[in-house]
């Protein structure tokens, strides 16, 4: 069973960029199809962004696009969210998972900007 771990989440200043990982554990992450999503506390989730096994399709919801880019890197197994511009509206949990209807997440990394 793959198992998803995320992690780069951090305080950043309104404005300001991180870049998210999400490492997968097993080779059957490359052949999956892979998403961003993110809650805020008391909210539901927030589908963020969707990309494809070769990682030449990629899907942003409206709110994060031309400041998030996902990627892949198939040699390491791991999956990114690079977020620049960000607000204060960003603060939310982070996590990744396949994009499979059900799919289990991994723990969550936190985002929090303020300043």
């Known amino acids: 069973q793959v198992q998803l771990v995320e992690s780069g989440g951090g305080l950043v200043q309104p404005g300001g960029s991180l870049r998210l990982s999400c490492a997968a554990s097993g080779s059957a992450f490359r052949h999956w199809w892979m998403r961003w999503v993110r809650q805020a506390p008391g909210k539901g989730l927030e589908w963020v962004s969707m990309i494809n096994p070769t990682g030449g399709n990629t899907t942003y919801a409206n709110s994060v696009k031309g400041l998030f880019t996902i990627s892949r890197d198939k040699t390491k197994n791991t999956l990114y969210l690079q977020m620049s511009g960000l607000k204060s509206e960003d603060t939310d949990v982070y996590y990744c998972?396949?994009?499979?209807?059900?799919?289990?997440r991994g723990q969550g990394t936190q985002v929090t900007i303020s300043s």
């Open positions: 998972a396949r994009d499979t209807m059900g799919a289990p």
